[in-house]
C-alpha cells in the first residue's frame, strides 16, 4: 500500500472564482445559456457540430459520425476541457420510424463541473455502427455492450462486443428497437421450447473452458456441440 | 490424463468419464483406510498441479454474489489471474416496458430496479419526469424528498453493512443494522403504507403526505441511530480480523476510478471528491450542511469507511431538514399532472375534464429530453427519459451505477485471493435488479 501515489481529484477545482453550484430552478425548455465548451469544439472541429442547442438547460451537440470519437478524444485530453467522466452511453429510437435512431453519450468534466450531451445521428437504412470511446473511458465497455445488445449498434473498436444481458444465442433481435414487440418476437410456446431444449450442462464457453484445458477431457458429444457453437448459459 | 482430469471435475462438478465410459472421480478417502476427511489422493492419481490454471465458478445462485451474479474466475493456486463476471439473469426489461406506460405509472417500477433504495428512485424519477414537464415542485415537497432520499440512503448503506459483515464474518454488526433499518421501515409504512416497494413520489408532488407521528419518530431515530452506528463502528473499525480481511484489496487509484465510470462510496473511497448533491444540486441539496467523507487508499476499508461516514452525514442531513419542513402543500397546483380532489371531481365540470383526461391519457409533457442524475447510495443514477409528445416516454433510460461500478470487479480482482473475490464484490453493493433491470 503505498499512499504516496494517491493525489485526489476534486471536482470543481478547475472551475476559478464561480459560485457554488445551486440547483437549477425555472428551467426553459428551450434556450439558455449553452455549455461554453461547444465554442471551443466549434473552434478545433470547424466541420464536425452538425446542430447544438440547450434542452431543459443542458446542452446537446448532434455530431458528425465519423469525427465524434476525435471529438470525444479531444474533450477527455484538453486540459480547458477535461471531459474525464463517462456517465452514459445509451441510444434512442423513435416511434416515427423517419427518424434517426441517436446514439447519446453523457460525458461530464468533473473539474470544470460540466455536463455535456454528444449524439450521432444514424439515419434508417445506413449502417448501424459508430465508433467506440473504450480506449478513452474504460466505463464504456458494459455500457456499449449494452446498447449492442439492447440496440445492435455495432461500437467498431470495442475489444469484446457480446451480449450482456441476454444470452449469446439469444436469436429474437434486438429488444429495445421499436418493432420488436413487447411480449417478444417468438411466441410462448416457442420460447419455452428453446428453454427446454438448452443444454444445461454446457454452461461454459469455449475460452472458459481451455482455461483448465479441459475442453480435450469433454465427453464425446459434448464437445462436438460446444464445438458447434452451441451455449446455453452464457 | 490423471492432472486434466481433476481440473475437469472441479470445473464443471460434472462426473468426468474415462477412457472406458465409467465415471471417475478423483477419491476423497484414502484407500489404506485412513481417515475420509483426507484430501490425500492416491499416488497414481495425485495431480500435478503446478503452473496449472483452475476454472472456478462462482453463482449465479450463491449468497455471496447478493443476488444472481456469476462470475468465472482463473485461479492459479488461489490467485485470481481473470475473471469473466456474467450479468443479465435478472433482466426484466424496465426500459422496454417503461415505453408503454404513462409517466405515473412508471414510479412502481422504479421500486423495483434498486429495490433497497425504493424512495430514492421514485424521487429520482419524478425529478426527472418533472424536468420534462417543466415543474417546480413545493417547498414542502422538496424537504419531504430530501428525508425520503436520506432515509434511503440509509437503509441501503445498512443492508451493505449488514450483508458484507456476514460476507466477511462478522455476525452482530448484521443483526443491529437490519434492527435500524426496521425502524425506517416501519416509518415509511407508516408514510406511504408499503415497506419496500415505496412508490413515494408522483410527478408533480408526492403519493402521500407524512403522517402526524412521523415527525417525532424520526427526531427519535436520529437521536437513537449514532448510538448504534458507534457501536458497530467500535465492533468493526479497529477488528483485527476486519481489518486484515478488507485493507489493500481492489485497489482503485483515483484516475482508474474516474476513467472506469466508478461512482458513489466507490468514487469517493479512491479519493475523488465527486458527490452529485454537492458538483450539480437537485432538491436543494446546497443549502444544507453536510460532509463528503473521501478516502485515501481505494480499498475495502476505505469503501466500509466512506459509507459508515456517510450514514452519519444523512442523520446530520435529517436532522436539519426536520428543523426546515415547511407548512404548505405537498402537490403543485397544475392540474396537468396533479388531480383535483375528488370531491370537485362530482361537482365541478373542469375538474371533472381534468381527472379524466389524466387518468384516460395521461400527461402529456412537451416535445424534450432530460437526463436527471441524483446521488443515489450506490453512486450516481441517472433518468435519461424522451417525450415526443405523447404521454408515454420514446425512452426512458437508467443509468445504474452499480451496473458501471461492478463492471470494475474484473480489474479489481485480478491478482488477489479467491476468499478475497467475496470481500471486494461485497465492497462494490451491487444491487442485481439494478444491473440487469
Given at each position: 500500500m503505498s499512499k504516496g501515489s494517491f493525489s485526489p481529484v476534486i471536482a470543481?477545482?478547475?472551475?476559478?472564482n464561480a459560485a457554488a453550484p445551486v440547483t437549477p430552478k425555472n428551467i426553459p425548455n428551450r434556450g439558455g445559456a449553452m455549455n461554453p465548451s461547444v465554442d471551443a469544439i466549434r473552434a478545433q472541429?470547424?466541420?464536425?457540430?452538425?446542430r447544438a442547442e440547450v434542452t431543459w438547460g443542458e446542452t446537446v451537440i448532434i455530431v458528425d459520425r465519423t469525427q465524434v470519437h476525435d471529438l470525444i478524444l479531444w474533450l477527455h485530453d484538453d486540459a480547458t476541457q477535461?471531459?474525464?467522466?463517462?456517465?452514459d452511453v445509451t441510444a434512442v429510437e423513435f416511434r416515427d420510424f423517419e427518424q434517426p435512431i441517436e446514439v447519446v453519450w453523457h460525458i461530464r468534466s468533473l473539474p470544470f463541473r460540466r455536463f455535456l450531451r454528444v449524439k450521432v445521428e444514424i439515419e434508417k437504412g445506413s449502417e448501424m455502427a459508430v465508433p467506440s470511446v473504450w480506449d478513452i473511458y474504460k466505463s464504456a465497455d458494459w455500457l456499449e455492450r449494452e446498447c449492442y445488445d439492447m440496440f445492435g449498434i455495432t461500437f467498431a473498436g470495442h475489444p469484446d462486443l457480446r451480449r450482456l444481458l441476454?444470452?449469446?444465442?439469444?436469436?429474437?433481435?434486438?429488444?429495445?428497437?421499436?418493432?420488436?414487440?413487447l411480449r417478444g418476437r417468438f411466441s410462448r410456446s416457442e420460447q419455452l421450447r428453446q428453454a427446454l431444449a438448452a443444454?444445461?450442462?454446457?454452461?461454459?464457453s469455449k475460452e472458459e473452458l481451455s482455461i483448465a484445458d479441459a475442453f480435450e477431457d469433454l465427453p464425446e458429444d459434448m464437445r462436438r456441440r460446444l464445438g458447434s457453437g452451441e451455449r446455453t448459459g452464457e | 490424463m490423471a492432472t486434466t482430469k481433476r481440473t475437469v471435475e472441479v470445473a464443471l462438478s460434472t462426473t468426468g468419464v474415462d477412457a472406458q465410459g465409467k465415471p471417475q472421480r478423483v477419491p476423497l478417502?484414502?484407500?489404506?483406510?485412513?481417515?475420509?476427511?483426507?484430501l490425500e489422493a492416491p499416488p497414481s492419481l495425485e495431480?500435478?498441479?503446478?503452473?496449472e490454471h483452475m476454472l472456478i465458478n462462482i453463482g449465479p445462485?450463491?449468497?455471496?454474489?447478493?443476488?444472481?451474479l456469476r462470475l468465472v474466475l482463473e485461479l492459479d493456486g488461489e490467485t485470481v489471474v481473470r475473471c469473466i463476471p456474467h450479468i443479465?439473469?435478472?433482466?426484466?426489461g424496465f426500459e422496454k416496458i417503461g415505453e408503454y406506460r404513462q409517466y405515473n405509472q412508471i414510479i412502481p417500477w422504479t421500486d423495483r430496479e434498486d429495490y433497497l433504495n425504493s424512495p430514492g428512485n421514485n424521487v429520482a424519477f419524478a425529478l426527472g419526469a418533472e424536468r420534462l414537464f417543466g415543474i417546480e415542485i413545493t417547498d414542502r415537497c422538496k424537504v419531504l424528498r430530501v428525508m425520503a432520499c436520506e432515509m434511503s440512503r440509509i437503509i441501503s448503506h445498512l443492508v451493505w453493512l449488514g450483508t458484507t459483515s456476514i460476507d466477511i464474518g462478522a455476525f452482530t454488526p448484521f443483526l443491529w443494522a437490519f434492527q435500524q433499518r426496521e425502524v425506517i421501515y416501519e416509518m415509511l409504512e407508516s408514510w406511504?403504507?408499503?415497506?419496500?416497494?415505496?412508490?413515494?413520489?408522483?410527478?408533480?408532488?408526492?403519493g402521500a403526505d407524512i403522517p402526524d407521528d412521523f415527525i417525532p419518530k424520526l427526531t427519535a431515530f436520529t437521536k437513537n441511530f449514532p448510538k448504534v452506528l458507534g457501536e458497530i463502528d467500535r465492533m468493526l473499525t479497529r477488528n483485527g480480523v476486519w481489518v486484515g480481511r478488507t485493507v489493500g484489496l481492489g485497489v482503485m487509484s483515483p484516475e482508474e476510478a474516474v476513467n472506469y465510470g466508478l461512482s458513489g462510496p466507490m468514487l469517493r473511497a479512491s479519493g475523488?471528491?465527486?458527490d452529485v448533491r454537492k458538483?450539480?444540486?437537485?432538491?436543494?441539496?446546497?443549502t444544507y450542511d453536510f460532509d463528503v467523507p473521501v478516502g485515501t487508499n481505494g480499498d475495502v476499508y476505505d469503501r466500509f469507511l466512506v459509507r459508515m461516514e456517510e450514514l452519519r452525514q444523512s442523520t446530520r442531513i435529517l436532522e436539519q431538514a426536520i428543523k426546515r419542513l415547511?407548512?404548505?402543500?405537498?402537490?403543485?397546483?397544475?392540474h396537468r399532472v396533479i388531480l383535483p380532489p375528488k370531491s370537485k371531481a362530482t361537482s365541478d365540470m373542469e375538474s371533472m375534464i381534468h381527472h379524466f383526461k389524466q387518468v384516460m391519457e395521461g400527461p402529456r409533457p412537451p416535445i424534450g429530453e432530460a437526463y436527471v442524475a441524483v446521488e443515489s447510495p450506490k453512486g450516481e443514477k441517472g433518468y435519461y427519459m424522451v417525450s415526443d409528445?405523447?404521454?408515454?416516454?420514446v425512452r426512458w433510460r437508467i443509468r445504474p451505477p452499480s451496473f458501471v461500478n461492478l463492471s470494475a470487479i474484473a480489474k479489481m480482482v485480478e491478482g488477489h485471493l479467491l476468499s478475497d473475490v467475496i470481500a471486494i464484490n461485497a465492497s462494490i453493493d451491487i444491487v442485481m435488479g439494478e444491473i440487469d433491470r
Amino acid at each position: 500500500m503505498s499512499k504516496g501515489s494517491f493525489s485526489p481529484v476534486i471536482a470543481g477545482s478547475a472551475v476559478t472564482n464561480a459560485a457554488a453550484p445551486v440547483t437549477p430552478k425555472n428551467i426553459p425548455n428551450r434556450g439558455g445559456a449553452m455549455n461554453p465548451s461547444v465554442d471551443a469544439i466549434r473552434a478545433q472541429f470547424p466541420t464536425a457540430i452538425k446542430r447544438a442547442e440547450v434542452t431543459w438547460g443542458e446542452t446537446v451537440i448532434i455530431v458528425d459520425r465519423t469525427q465524434v470519437h476525435d471529438l470525444i478524444l479531444w474533450l477527455h485530453d484538453d486540459a480547458t476541457q477535461k471531459y474525464d467522466y463517462l456517465s452514459d452511453v445509451t441510444a434512442v429510437e423513435f416511434r416515427d420510424f423517419e427518424q434517426p435512431i441517436e446514439v447519446v453519450w453523457h460525458i461530464r468534466s468533473l473539474p470544470f463541473r460540466r455536463f455535456l450531451r454528444v449524439k450521432v445521428e444514424i439515419e434508417k437504412g445506413s449502417e448501424m455502427a459508430v465508433p467506440s470511446v473504450w480506449d478513452i473511458y474504460k466505463s464504456a465497455d458494459w455500457l456499449e455492450r449494452e446498447c449492442y445488445d439492447m440496440f445492435g449498434i455495432t461500437f467498431a473498436g470495442h475489444p469484446d462486443l457480446r451480449r450482456l444481458l441476454m444470452w449469446e444465442q439469444y436469436k429474437e433481435g434486438y429488444p429495445l428497437r421499436k418493432d420488436f414487440p413487447l411480449r417478444g418476437r417468438f411466441s410462448r410456446s416457442e420460447q419455452l421450447r428453446q428453454a427446454l431444449a438448452a443444454n444445461p450442462e454446457a454452461r461454459y464457453s469455449k475460452e472458459e473452458l481451455s482455461i483448465a484445458d479441459a475442453f480435450e477431457d469433454l465427453p464425446e458429444d459434448m464437445r462436438r456441440r460446444l464445438g458447434s457453437g452451441e451455449r446455453t448459459g452464457e | 490424463m490423471a492432472t486434466t482430469k481433476r481440473t475437469v471435475e472441479v470445473a464443471l462438478s460434472t462426473t468426468g468419464v474415462d477412457a472406458q465410459g465409467k465415471p471417475q472421480r478423483v477419491p476423497l478417502v484414502l484407500n489404506d483406510g485412513g481417515s475420509p476427511l483426507a484430501l490425500e489422493a492416491p499416488p497414481s492419481l495425485e495431480p500435478n498441479l503446478e503452473g496449472e490454471h483452475m476454472l472456478i465458478n462462482i453463482g449465479p445462485q450463491h449468497p455471496a454474489t447478493h443476488g444472481v451474479l456469476r462470475l468465472v474466475l482463473e485461479l492459479d493456486g488461489e490467485t485470481v489471474v481473470r475473471c469473466i463476471p456474467h450479468i443479465g439473469y435478472l433482466h426484466c426489461g424496465f426500459e422496454k416496458i417503461g415505453e408503454y406506460r404513462q409517466y405515473n405509472q412508471i414510479i412502481p417500477w422504479t421500486d423495483r430496479e434498486d429495490y433497497l433504495n425504493s424512495p430514492g428512485n421514485n424521487v429520482a424519477f419524478a425529478l426527472g419526469a418533472e424536468r420534462l414537464f417543466g415543474i417546480e415542485i413545493t417547498d414542502r415537497c422538496k424537504v419531504l424528498r430530501v428525508m425520503a432520499c436520506e432515509m434511503s440512503r440509509i437503509i441501503s448503506h445498512l443492508v451493505w453493512l449488514g450483508t458484507t459483515s456476514i460476507d466477511i464474518g462478522a455476525f452482530t454488526p448484521f443483526l443491529w443494522a437490519f434492527q435500524q433499518r426496521e425502524v425506517i421501515y416501519e416509518m415509511l409504512e407508516s408514510w406511504i403504507g408499503a415497506r419496500l416497494t415505496t412508490s413515494l413520489t408522483r410527478v408533480g408532488g408526492m403519493g402521500a403526505d407524512i403522517p402526524d407521528d412521523f415527525i417525532p419518530k424520526l427526531t427519535a431515530f436520529t437521536k437513537n441511530f449514532p448510538k448504534v452506528l458507534g457501536e458497530i463502528d467500535r465492533m468493526l473499525t479497529r477488528n483485527g480480523v476486519w481489518v486484515g480481511r478488507t485493507v489493500g484489496l481492489g485497489v482503485m487509484s483515483p484516475e482508474e476510478a474516474v476513467n472506469y465510470g466508478l461512482s458513489g462510496p466507490m468514487l469517493r473511497a479512491s479519493g475523488v471528491a465527486y458527490d452529485v448533491r454537492k458538483d450539480f444540486p437537485y432538491l436543494d441539496y446546497e443549502t444544507y450542511d453536510f460532509d463528503v467523507p473521501v478516502g485515501t487508499n481505494g480499498d475495502v476499508y476505505d469503501r466500509f469507511l466512506v459509507r459508515m461516514e456517510e450514514l452519519r452525514q444523512s442523520t446530520r442531513i435529517l436532522e436539519q431538514a426536520i428543523k426546515r419542513l415547511p407548512d404548505g402543500p405537498v402537490n403543485v397546483n397544475d392540474h396537468r399532472v396533479i388531480l383535483p380532489p375528488k370531491s370537485k371531481a362530482t361537482s365541478d365540470m373542469e375538474s371533472m375534464i381534468h381527472h379524466f383526461k389524466q387518468v384516460m391519457e395521461g400527461p402529456r409533457p412537451p416535445i424534450g429530453e432530460a437526463y436527471v442524475a441524483v446521488e443515489s447510495p450506490k453512486g450516481e443514477k441517472g433518468y435519461y427519459m424522451v417525450s415526443d409528445g405523447s404521454s408515454k416516454p420514446v425512452r426512458w433510460r437508467i443509468r445504474p451505477p452499480s451496473f458501471v461500478n461492478l463492471s470494475a470487479i474484473a480489474k479489481m480482482v485480478e491478482g488477489h485471493l479467491l476468499s478475497d473475490v467475496i470481500a471486494i464484490n461485497a465492497s462494490i453493493d451491487i444491487v442485481m435488479g439494478e444491473i440487469d433491470r
